[in-house]
């Protein structure tokens, strides 16, 4: 499939191991995300661009591993958290193996179409609406006290709306957290970073796991495919985005104008 292709990602638990020649070892690796096309590996070693590799994937428990040939088809440095992303592509699969991994993104997806369904703000979104999302969210894990992204940084990558799905976030100012930076904190079933799925600006703020966190993500790169796609589902994303930013501006509002915050003065607003 091409880079334009929309194809699902799905992470629950399954365990990868890789190893870049022949004579080394196995070791362990992180996914990220797994679709039928290939995976997102996080690391802590250094590979390059295009280098091929030997996978062992693990569904379950009680499966085999199922060995694989890939190739690194991009990477990210994540200079904040020390680790690499890589996005590798299978270069040759069986049939049956393909079966086994759209067997199990089905699986995985069928727990988000029911989490979409159930969720508030995409209550006027049809059965076939929510499956078209599966198209273009990833799920992300974060540990406790990992940092998501910085303020003014452009990740391409880490545009987009996001959900909590569980754990706590904190948003704040500046680089380094410090409570008096604190601007709010995100609980499960919560959203932010709408505004960067519709307009190309930096990180308005920074995000960092309370505890171990689960998000999903729509991602702006594959909004933008969806907008192409499917217009009229873009549309109701867009009309979600809308009345998402419409509800923290009236929180906000509320919050300025409130009696305590007017006989505060000027630039002495409580917190």
Not at 229 to 251: C, F, S, Y
């Amino acid at each position: 499939m091409g880079k334009g292709d929309l194809v699902p990602r799905i992470i629950t638990n399954f365990e990868v191991k890789l190893r870049c020649g022949p004579h080394e070892v196995f070791a362990h690796a992180d996914p990220v995300n797994l679709s039928e096309t290939g995976l997102c590996l996080r690391l802590r070693c250094q590979m390059e661009a295009d280098q091929p590799l030997e996978l062992q994937i693990r569904l379950a428990q009680d499966s085999e591993a199922m060995e694989v040939p890939g190739r690194v088809v991009w990477l990210r440095e994540d200079h904040l958290n020390k680790v690499y992303f890589y996005g590798v592509g299978f270069t040759q699969i069986s049939r049956q193996l393909l079966k086994q991994i759209k067997d199990y993104v089905e699986i995985g997806g069928a727990s988000l179409l029911e989490f979409f369904s159930d969720f508030p703000l995409f209550a006027d979104f049809s059965c076939d609406d929510c499956r078209a999302l599966l198209r273009i969210v990833t799920l992300r894990e974060l540990k406790r006290k990992e940092v998501l992204y910085q303020e003014g940084a452009r990740d391409a990558d880490l545009q987009g709306l996001f959900i909590v799905q569980s754990g706590l976030l904190n948003i704040f100012k500046g680089i380094v957290f410090r409570p008096e930076r604190q601007l709010a904190v995100v609980s499960a079933g919560q959203i932010f970073g709408e505004a960067t799925l519709v307009h190309d600006q930096p990180h308005s703020a920074s995000i960092i796991a309370v505890n171990d966190a689960q998000l999903i993500q729509i991602n702006k790169m594959g909004f933008m495919l969806l907008r192409k796609q499917e217009p009229e589902l873009a549309l109701k994303i867009m009309e979600v985005v809308a009345r998402a930013l419409a509800t923290r501006l009236g929180r906000t509002t509320k919050r300025l104008f409130s009696p305590l915050n007017l006989c505060a003065g000027p630039g002495q607003f409580s917190r």
